[in-house]
């Protein structure tokens, strides 16, 4: 920050009421996520005892008993097998067609990107019952082939649209170069756009990812099997079946915004950067 | 060359295009289609707009659409609450971008996450009656009034809202040219009034768009919120249209009735977008 730029803003002293407000905003974000960290890691009887006191003693027996009594463990592997797979399939065919779009000629280009452009702008729950019916007439209700094909259609114009916009940054005389070498389309795919891209994929890798594994609607309809079920439906159920146990389903909760709070510990440059291209989502 | 170029280039576009037809723009002709019948999913019966006709006159409807307007009271809060957190960080004080982060945590959580901290909260072992347990009161069934349930779920829409509505208000004011505030500065208009006559209006288009998302979301995404918090209850008084259709669609047995919902949903959100070109002269980025 240069002195010209500051001389407009607060005072230093003017700030300190400023900033000691937005540590108590902040407390109001904090405090609930860390009572839900402590709440898990004590026994029901404990926390009844006195819920804001420090427990007597610590214990994991939450977590192992969601773990492996409860399925949530498994709800967990499937959860993250359906999100990892959805993506790779997202970024695939998203750069592909975003590499296209940007930088190759394609028949009837303007009638791609409308179409990617306006189904942008259906909401959501207009689609579940027809999408449902669809996926029932091909035999894909209850499977995982279903539910990621419904994760990848939903994620794709976003996607598409985010990636078209990033490469078109990519300099044509590249491009062109790598043409003249006589490298065809996929290697310079794969040489030039994906190492030139890798900022772009990073960024609609964590928002497509957090997209999935946060969905709640598609994975609750289209998956009954309680064996395939993934995290968000069964913690819901978990919450619903222990109103009474708080540390139980604190425990659960954890469990399930620990991915989520890591992306965003160690790839925030990337969220922030995604959602301020993805404003006009 | 060219000619064969362009073949390629349509080749990669072609299997996202055919994935979104199929699964997305397919299924908004199909659900015309299925709003006209009376269905179970397997045969079609037509009935031209007897479904419309009977969500028009059915009272159930007419509440759903009401609760919406009642949770149309976390627009404002939210966007408040963005504002003022928005304009506090472009203070670009000490620390700023820590807090930019920490206010924005709640957006990467998932709804139920979201709604199950509130709903523990709320419970009736659950913290806030611990509180309150402390002066003296007797502890409290939150979730059997509607009012209660509804400023609860509004509560748990601002606090996990306005951290990524305040990133969007901030990218707005990022975009002021610093030279307006300088030269203000120099006239000696104060922080309040540069507040007041430069810094909201310049953001008066960023603020338009904040606000109908938020309108919109309200009409359309607050399906896990109630799933989680209330499940519509009591009887219908906290359910909200998306809900409704989930319900139609899933526990009657004329899917064609939730179809119809959905469809006068769908219609409702055009119009509301449409209204937002209007009214805010927005651009949206191409």
Redesign the interface.
């Known amino acids: 920050m240069s002195d010209s730029s500051i001389s407009s803003r607060l005072s230093p002293r003017a700030r300190w009421p400023i900033f000691i407000g937005m540590c108590l905003v902040a407390a109001t974000i904090i405090y609930p996520l860390f009572f839900v960290v402590a709440t898990s890691l004590r026994s029901n009887v404990d926390y009844k005892r006195d819920p804001f006191g420090i427990p007597k003693e610590w214990t994991f027996d939450n977590y192992l008993k969601l773990w492996n009594e409860y399925g949530v463990g498994r709800a967990f592997m499937n959860s993250l097998f359906v999100s990892l797979t959805a993506v790779t399939l997202i970024l695939v065919f998203a750069t592909l067609a975003g590499y296209a779009l940007a930088k190759l000629p394609v028949f009837g280009a303007k009638f791609f990107t409308t179409t990617f452009v306006s189904v942008m702008l259906i909401p959501g729950p207009v689609l579940i019952i027809p999408i449902y019916l669809v996926l029932a007439r091909l035999g894909m209700v209850g499977d995982y082939s279903g539910l990621i094909l419904v994760y990848v259609a939903t994620g794709l114009p976003f996607a598409i649209f985010f990636s078209t916009l990033s490469f078109r940054a990519i300099p044509d005389e590249l491009l062109e170069a790598a043409r003249v070498d006589g490298a065809g389309f996929f290697r310079t795919y794969w040489s030039i756009v994906r190492p030139l891209g890798t900022s772009a994929i990073a960024t609609l890798a964590v928002l497509q990812f957090l997209g999935t594994w946060n969905e709640l609607i598609y994975s609750l309809i289209l998956i009954q099997d309680s064996k395939m079920k993934l995290l968000t439906p069964t913690l819901a159920s978990i919450g619903k079946r222990f109103l009474t146990d708080q540390p139980l389903t604190s425990a659960g909760l954890f469990i399930t915004a620990m991915v989520p709070l890591l992306m965003l510990t160690f790839a925030s440059k990337y969220i922030m950067r995604g959602l301020q291209v993805g404003l006009g989502r | 060359m060219?000619r064969q170029?362009?073949?390629?280039?349509?080749l990669?576009?072609l299997?996202?295009?055919i994935?979104?037809?199929?699964?997305?723009?397919?299924?908004?002709i199909?659900?015309l289609f299925?709003s006209l019948t009376k269905t179970n999913?397997l045969t079609f019966e037509w009935l031209w707009f007897k479904n419309y006709l009977e969500l028009f006159a059915d009272p159930i409807v007419h509440e759903v659409f009401l609760n919406n307007f009642k949770f149309v009271i976390s627009v404002p809060l939210v966007i408040f609450a963005a504002l003022v957190?928005a304009v506090?960080?472009f203070?670009?004080?000490?620390?700023?971008k820590f807090?930019?982060?920490?206010?924005?945590?709640?957006s990467?959580?998932?709804?139920?996450?979201i709604?199950?901290?509130f709903?523990?909260?709320f419970?009736?072992?659950?913290?806030v009656n611990?509180?309150l347990g402390l002066f003296g009161n007797e502890p409290k069934q939150f979730f059997i009034n509607s009012n209660y349930s509804i400023f609860i779920i509004i509560l748990a829409l601002v606090?996990s809202g306005f951290?990524?509505q305040s990133?969007?208000l901030l990218?707005g004011l990022t975009s002021i040219n610093?030279a307006v505030?300088?030269a203000?500065?120099i006239d000696g208009a104060g922080?309040w009034r540069?507040l007041w006559s430069i810094t909201l209006p310049n953001i008066r288009r960023v603020l338009g768009?904040v606000f109908i998302i938020n309108f919109?979301y309200t009409?359309?995404?607050l399906?896990?919120f109630i799933?989680?918090i209330t499940?519509g209850g009591p009887l219908y008084e906290t359910t909200t249209?998306?809900y409704l259709?989930?319900l139609r669609?899933?526990s009657s047995s004329n899917?064609g009735s939730?179809?119809a919902l959905?469809?006068v949903?769908?219609f409702f959100?055009g119009l509301l977008?449409l209204w937002q070109s209007r009214v805010f002269k927005l651009q949206?980025?191409d």
């Open positions: 060219m170029s362009k073949l390629i280039g349509t990669a576009v299997p996202s295009f994935i979104v037809a199929g699964f997305m723009a397919f299924p908004i199909f659900v299925i999913g957190s506090l960080l203070e670009q004080f000490k620390g700023w807090f930019r982060v920490i206010f924005f945590l709640p990467v959580l998932s709804v139920v996450v709604g199950l901290i709903k523990n909260a419970g009736y072992y659950g913290s611990q509180f606090w951290g990524y990133l969007l990218a610093p505030f300088e203000a500065a922080w540069r768009f919109i009409f359309s995404s399906f896990g799933f989680v499940a249209i998306d259709v989930y669609a899933f899917l939730g179809a959905a469809v949903l769908y959100i977008t949206m980025e």
